[in-house]
């Protein structure tokens, strides 16, 4: 498979329409949060669906320097995953997401019924438990919500988009569902993958 975007390169940086988190005047502060345009072609023979996840690699393990004044996150620190964004059952005659269409905005307490491609089911990302402990935003964050990585964090962060071809129509999946589910029930229904990202950060000194 191929897959390319319309609203970012490969490897270069994603625009900030395209993220939760951006600089302001007065700091920092949420973004317009669409989702980027996504489109794939050369698609396996028995292709039955096609699954989705957003996932940045680059998260830091130790909570407690985000965001903490005088502090920088060193680029080596040990890094985690972030889920943005999981859908799964996307019909096999679908090549397209088009920019905006499943995300447009930051919504507190999370997306309940987010867009999306027909048919599609679209899980929880990781702001789930990043904003558990916040009144204000507290919830179920379904669908894409894109980066909004520390400011003070030296290293760059990757978003990767990456979309599987299954050789199943629908994934047995509980109601709630998170991107380590969705890869335990995709093991074994794997007829091919591809990976695009783009880069972010809120860091005036981060290059790249």
Excluded at 17 to 35: I, K, L, M, V, Y
Excluded at 84 to 92: E, F, G, K, N, S
Excluded at 198 to 208: A, Q
Aim: with cysteine; proline share 9%.
């Amino acid at each position: 498979m191929q897959i390319r975007s319309n609203s970012f390169q490969h490897r270069e940086r994603l625009p900030a329409e395209f993220a939760a988190g951006q600089a302001t005047a007065d700091g920092f502060g949420f973004a317009p949060n669409r989702n980027p345009h996504l489109a794939w072609d050369d698609v396996p023979a028995g292709t039955k669906s096609f699954a989705l996840l957003c996932i940045d690699p680059d998260v830091p393990t130790v909570a407690e320097m985000v965001g903490k004044e005088g502090v920088q996150i060193p680029a080596d620190q040990p890094r985690a995953d972030f889920t943005h964004w999981v859908v799964v059952d996307i019909p096999a005659s679908v090549r397209e997401i088009a920019a905006g269409s499943c995300s447009d905005g930051v919504v507190a307490h999370g997306k309940q019924d987010p867009a999306g491609p027909p048919g599609a089911r679209q899980g929880l990302n990781d702001y789930t438990g990043w904003f558990a402990g916040d009144p204000s935003l507290s919830g179920d964050w379904h669908g894409y919500d894109g980066p909004f990585p520390p400011p003070n964090d030296l290293r760059l962060h990757r978003y990767f988009f990456r979309l599987y071809a299954l050789g199943v129509e629908r994934l047995q999946l509980p109601e709630r569902f998170t991107a380590k589910d969705v890869q335990r029930a995709m093991h074994g229904h794997v007829l091919d993958e591809v990976a695009i990202y783009g880069t972010y950060s809120l860091n005036p000194s981060v290059k790249g």
